[in-house]
């Protein structure tokens, strides 16, 4: 028995991603009511648990397995290889849900690279309400609001999700195409809508 096919097990069995710390935790907790049966890694370490991830990840890639190892944002999952996808979507025949259409790619893509944004700019930047497109967005989990603008009126603000960088095999949000680059572009932004002035006094009638 090895650490390497312990961590194997561990992945194979979660219903979701798992960190190293997660790892470690079940790791070192095992045997603890068995006395019989000594927990020969009760004192791994997550520099051993990493270095075991990384032995599966290439185990993985050597023996052509149907499955791989990859690392999303919140830790590690066994996944099946993009190969094979095909045939294991022949387990899964429910219908897909819609595509996103254009005008929400293109909201989802200003919220993902200026995040956290308000409505009003993005609508500045697309010209035209999002309303319902935000509405969608929010709806699918890949936008969320994140608080609110110290700015007069404190609008909302919107940011995307856990969920949106697992959809799109993102680790963190510096792995966005060009992110950089299009972070440092100039996009117009809501303008304040200019004070009231207020009503002048009628002038008092002289005596």
Known sequence: MTLTRVVEALLFSAQKPLSTSEL?????????ADELAPNEFARVTEAEIAAA???????????????QLVEKADGWQLTSDPAYARW??????????????????ETLAIIAYRQPITRADVEAVRGVTIEGVLQTLME?????????????????L???????LEH????????????EELRKRYLPVAQPAPAETPPAEPASAEH
Do not use: H, M, W
């Open 24 to 32: 470690r935790s079940a790791i070192k907790g095992a045997g603890d």
């Open 53 to 67: 991830l990384e032995e599966l990840k290439v185990d993985c890639i050597q023996q052509q397995r149907g499955f």
């Open 88 to 105: 294991v979507r022949q387990l899964f025949p429910a219908a897909k849900p819609a595509r996103l259409t254009p005008p929400a790619l």
């Open 140 to 156: 699918r989990g890949l936008v969320k609001i994140g608080g609110r603008a110290e700015v007069p009126g404190r609008p909302l």
């Open 158 to 164: 919107y940011e995307t999700t856990e969920f949106f």
């Open 168 to 179: 799109f095999g993102l680790r963190n949000l510096d792995e966005l195409p060009n992110a």
